[in-house]
């Protein structure tokens, strides 16, 4: 059964500052995404990544890939309040099925 | 160029109570997944529909059925509801493995 783990679960940070979120996952997969969810709001499509080494970059976020450690990085430069949000990375089970599996989430507040 | 359409956008029912949750995909999308969203939870996968058949299924009791209609809309049953069942419904559409693309939700409280 594929897990995905997320951490930390919950990050208090100041605006300008730098930080990473992380996220692991159990089994072989060749497809991760991330998403943004704002209170009581939809999950809104960041990133894609699609292969070994992948990394994409959206303004103050850049998401990297490595399939051999099965682990995804989410990283904020400079943050400013609002990307404050809860943010899920989410994986497909593979096998030709594309259900996803999310993470718990990060839940990340901004402050000024 | 229209999103992903979920409706109603909130329901409240009481245990025992069946309901019915409808989703209309983005357009030229042909596969519909649902999620379940608890509360302060990551959303769950519940099943996905393509060519008008459950492709795939999550964890989730036989309680929850859905349906794909030709037009490549979806609506997900829910039977003999729980107290547990209160939670975000989510549709996702998407063309077979490529990104999904989320509705707004539907929020069940059931009591």
């Known amino acids: 059964e594929l897990k995905v783990e997320q951490n930390p679960l919950f990050l208090s940070m100041q605006e300008g500052k730098n930080y990473t979120i992380y996220c692991n996952y159990s089994t072989t997969s060749d497809r991760l995404y991330w998403y943004r969810q704002d209170p009581g709001k939809s999950l809104e499509s960041l990133f894609v990544?699609?292969?070994?080494?992948a990394v994409k970059q959206e303004g103050r976020l850049m998401a990297s890939l490595d399939t051999k450690a099965r682990l995804s990085t989410l990283h904020i430069t400079a943050a400013v309040h609002d990307l404050s949000a809860t943010y899920f990375c989410a994986v497909e089970s593979g096998g030709g099925a594309d259900g996803l599996t999310f993470g718990k989430g990060t839940h990340l507040i901004i402050q000024p | 160029d229209a999103g992903v359409t979920q409706s109603p956008t909130h329901l409240i029912k009481t245990r025992g109570q069946q309901v019915t949750l409808r989703c209309s995909p983005k357009s030229g999308h042909d596969t519909v997944s649902w999620y379940q969203q608890a509360l302060g939870q990551g959303p769950q996968f519940i099943f996905q529909?393509?060519?008008?058949?459950?492709?795939q299924r999550g964890n989730f009791p036989d309680r929850f059925s859905g349906h794909q209609f030709p037009n490549y809309s979806s609506e997900l049953n829910v039977n003999a509801l729980l107290l547990g069942d209160s939670a975000l419904y989510l549709c996702a559409s998407s063309l077979v493995r490529d990104r999904p693309y989320f509705g707004p939700g539907t929020r069940l409280t059931v009591t």
């Open positions: 990544l699609l292969s070994n080494g």
């Open positions: 529909y393509y060519e008008e058949e459950e492709r």
